[in-house]
Each structure stands twice: as structure tokens, then as C-alpha cells.
């Protein structure tokens, strides 16, 4: 398996511009979520979803938009990307219930808005 | 939501001594408690979690306890090694919700 499979690795946004971060699970996981991780910082809950067709926002939702129409594929959408959108983002795959079972994560997404 | 705070957010300690974490959390319902370990611009990966239904858990060098009538759970790292130095993350789950809080994370350096 695979994992969890995040694509770009690295990515320059202008101001104003618009962008899709991929995540893919092999996993066969319900669980999805996207995480952002500033500098020296802990982990803010973007968006998560608990099946296909399911989404519901985390801590920091404004700015962005995600989409769940397969059990695999989770994209982050950044619409008019601003330099607070700065960041590392992470996308994870659980089995289960967060609250009950591990978290998977892919290699991230090291985004700069310039 | 869950509260959770992690302390220390950095500590150093040196090559052979003990280093510990402690995490609280605000949900008395909160079952589950994992640990993760993010290297230097990696992921975070799980390296130990436990259960309500146990007080404490080992794997080789690493340990967690956990009190659930205090609400605080910490990681233990005995005999540290260079390799060790990481961020380390805590987890807390908001019940029923899907989806969980991690903390702060604390930087631990391990000097040879």
C-alpha cells in the first residue's frame, strides 16, 4: 500500500490565485482530513470527512473548500490564495473513528503565497 | 470542543536522561490517546497510544500513562538518544465527533 499520497510537495501561489492540494488514500479509510501546520506550530483542523459525500469544517475552514466524491480522494481547494494561507498541509486517513484509531498522514504540501 | 494543552512546548535534555510530556484534556469521555513523533520536515507518525481500560503502556524505551480522573495522559522516553529529538504531538478525540485535537507539540532535542 501506499497510504496516504499528497500532491504537490512544493507549490509558489501568487495573490489571488487559485489552487487544488490532492490526497489520496489506499487504504480504504472513511475517515479524511486536512490539517495546516504554520511554523513551530501544532496541527488546525482544516476540514475532515467521515465517508464519501460527507465534509464538515474544522477549526480553520475560512479560505478553503473540499470535496468528497469518492472513498480515496479528499482535494483541498484555496480560492484567492493570501499569504496567511502560508503553510504546511498535511492530509491524514484514519480506519475509524479518530477518536479510536491511529491517524495516517501523507508527506504534506509545503505551500507559499507570495 | 476539547481543550487539550501540551507542556513543555521545548526541552533538552542530554543523551542518556529521561524526557517526559504531559498532555490534559477537557472531555472526560475522551477513550483513546495517541502520540505522534514529527522528524524534521516529515509527517507526524504514531509511536505509541493507550486506552482508557489501562493505566500505562510500554514499547522498548517509550511509555505512556494515562489518568483519566485527572484527565492528563504523558509520554515517557527513557535512556534518550539523538535520534529522539522530534516534535512530539498529543491527541485527544472530541467524542463522537469523528475527528480529533492535537496539541501544541513539544520540541524535544536530545544533546550528545
Known amino acids: 500500500n501506499a497510504g496516504v499520497t499528497q500532491t504537490p510537495k512544493f507549490r509558489i501561489l501568487k495573490i489571488g490565485q487559485s489552487m487544488t492540494l490532492q490526497c489520496t488514500q489506499d487504504?480504504?479509510?472513511?475517515?479524511m482530513y486536512w490539517y495546516r501546520q504554520d511554523p513551530g506550530m501544532g496541527l488546525k483542523l482544516i476540514y475532515y470527512?467521515?465517508?464519501?459525500?460527507?465534509?464538515d469544517k474544522g477549526e480553520v475552514p475560512n479560505g478553503y473548500n473540499v470535496s468528497r466524491s469518492t472513498t480515496e480522494d479528499f482535494p483541498l481547494r484555496l480560492e484567492l490564495a493570501a499569504p496567511s494561507q502560508t503553510s504546511v498541509y498535511f492530509c491524514?486517513?484514519?480506519?475509524?473513528?479518530?477518536?479510536?484509531?491511529?491517524?495516517?498522514f501523507g508527506q504534506g504540501t509545503r505551500l507559499t503565497v507570495v | 470542543g476539547e481543550n487539550v494543552e501540551q507542556h513543555p512546548s521545548t526541552l533538552s535534555v542530554q543523551e542518556g536522561d529521561s524526557a517526559v510530556i504531559k498532555c490534559t484534556y477537557s472531555?472526560?469521555?475522551?477513550?483513546?490517546f495517541p502520540w505522534y513523533k514529527q522528524e524534521l520536515g516529515k509527517r507526524p507518525q504514531l509511536i505509541i497510544d493507550?486506552?482508557?481500560?489501562?493505566g500505562e503502556k510500554k514499547d522498548q524505551r517509550i511509555a505512556v500513562t494515562l489518568n483519566k480522573t485527572a484527565k492528563h495522559f504523558s509520554l515517557h522516553i527513557t535512556e534518550t538518544q539523538p535520534e529522539d529529538s522530534a516534535v512530539y504531538f498529543c491527541?485527544?478525540?472530541?467524542?463522537?465527533?469523528?475527528?480529533?485535537?492535537f496539541g501544541d507539540g513539544t520540541t524535544l532535542t536530545v544533546k550528545p
Open positions: 470527512s467521515v465517508g464519501a459525500g460527507i465534509t
Open positions: 491527541a485527544v478525540p472530541n467524542t463522537n465527533a469523528g475527528k480529533s485535537t
Open positions: 472531555d472526560s469521555a475522551s477513550n483513546y
Open positions: 487504504m480504504n479509510h472513511n475517515y
Open positions: 491524514a486517513s484514519s480506519y475509524s473513528r479518530q477518536e479510536n484509531t491511529e491517524a495516517f
Open positions: 493507550i486506552r482508557s481500560n489501562v
